[in-house]
């Protein structure tokens, strides 16, 4: 991994602005489909056109993508725009046809990223090449699946290289589509700091009015840019329909968004930030004395429990705490979602804690 530093510059290189934004369908549909889109988009922010030649649908019987002509309208959308292109690959075939037909842009897709057969497939078929590659995170939750899989492009000696993060699934009923989770993003982020991260609301969301906020957060957290879905008519588009938006409103979404500066080395800025960052560091060191305290809580419960042969978990306390929890939480501006997280991490480790007493 020695080209490192200068796998950053392929923005620079290819002339592309911060934030990158990359706009477009999620499926192409018709030639003038993609044309009308591209024309709707070709003097905003968006530098970027994308469009989904082939489709992975979760469950079969859906519109699985127009398959290789879309490639030609993709050409047609360089030519008449000069906007980039860029289309999802996930087989060595897609990859010789793209690379064929001049796409500036191929990711690999969320349904790839989780199979290193596949990735490799690619990464071997990619070999040497000087196209931008994006590597979106595997749909579930697995930093290492997401990692391998760079590395993999990494060891083909691919030279512009970047990270999309679109979320990941879930069981758990949430407000979107796929959860942030950004702590992994920003985990990757840091493993590989040279890389370009993107952020994909489109598919965090799964409907179109969380696609600002979640972009704002991408932003704020130093994101190089955006992946935004749109369709003239996205009510009547043959994918992700609720998800995505109007050439117009993109446009409104990048007005409205603020852009962070990286830093700012101002002496002004950097005093009020370390005097807010110590004051960080004094709560945080009390939450973990707090939390210290409540296990060394639990674990003599654990005994009395013992003592009298009494079960550890009790269903009935439990839910009495996470109601109460949740309403206090409420007072303090804390989601529901944020405080059952919080606590149901307390209390399996006190459940863990009282375990081992229980067998001791
Ligand atoms: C897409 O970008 O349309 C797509 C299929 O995304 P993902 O692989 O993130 O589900
Ligand atoms: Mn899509």
């Not at 990494?154 to 069981?171: C, E, M, P, Q, V």
């Amino acid at each position: 991994m020695e080209n490192k530093k200068e796998m950053r510059q392929w923005l620079d290189n290819f002339g592309l602005d911060h934030p990158l934004v990359i706009g477009g369908p999620c499926s192409a549909e018709t030639e003038e489909q993609v044309l009308k889109i591209a024309d709707q988009l070709k003097d905003t922010d968006v530098t970027v056109y994308r469009a989904g030649i082939w489709k992975p649908r979760t469950r079969p019987g859906m519109f699985e993508g127009v398959g290789a002509i879309g490639l030609n309208w993709l050409k047609k959308v360089k030519q008449e725009t000069g906007l980039l292109t860029a289309t999802e690959v996930a087989n060595k075939d897609h990859v010789k046809l793209a690379i064929e037909n001049d796409v500036d842009i191929l990711w690999i897709g969320a349904r790839s990223t989780v199979s290193p057969f596949i990735v490799q497939e690619i990464a071997d078929a990619l070999k040497g090449t000087d196209k931008i590659i994006l590597v979106k995170n595997p749909v579930n939750p697995d930093l290492a699946l997401w990692l391998g899989g760079v590395e993999r492009l990494y060891t083909a000696d691919i030279k512009n290289l970047g990270l999309i993060h679109r979320g990941f699934s879930t069981y758990e009923k949430t407000k979107y589509r796929n959860i942030p989770e950004w702590q992994i993003a920003i985990e990757v982020k840091n493993r590989f700091s040279d890389l370009p991260m993107i952020c994909d609301p489109s598919h965090i969301a799964g409907r179109r009015d969380l696609i600002f906020d979640i972009s704002q957060a991408a932003l704020d957290l130093n994101f190089d840019g955006l992946m935004i879905e749109s369709h003239w008519d996205p009510d009547n588009a043959w994918s992700d329909a609720k998800q995505q938006v109007t050439p117009t409103r993109l446009v409104e979404i990048m007005k409205d968004l603020k852009v962070r500066k990286k830093t700012n080395e101002e002496e002004a800025y950097r005093h009020a930030l370390n005097t807010l960052r110590a004051q960080i560091d004094v709560v945080d060191q009390t939450l973990l004395d707090t939390l210290g305290k409540r296990m060394n809580v639990a674990q003599e419960i654990g005994s009395l429990k013992l003592k009298n042969n009494v079960a550890v978990l009790q269903n009935k306390r439990w839910n009495e705490i996470l109601g109460k929890m949740i309403l206090e939480g409420q007072d303090r501006d804390l989601s529901e979602e944020f405080i059952l997280r919080v606590f149901k991490a307390i209390h399996q480790e006190s459940i863990n804690k009282q375990e081992k007493i229980l067998n001791s």
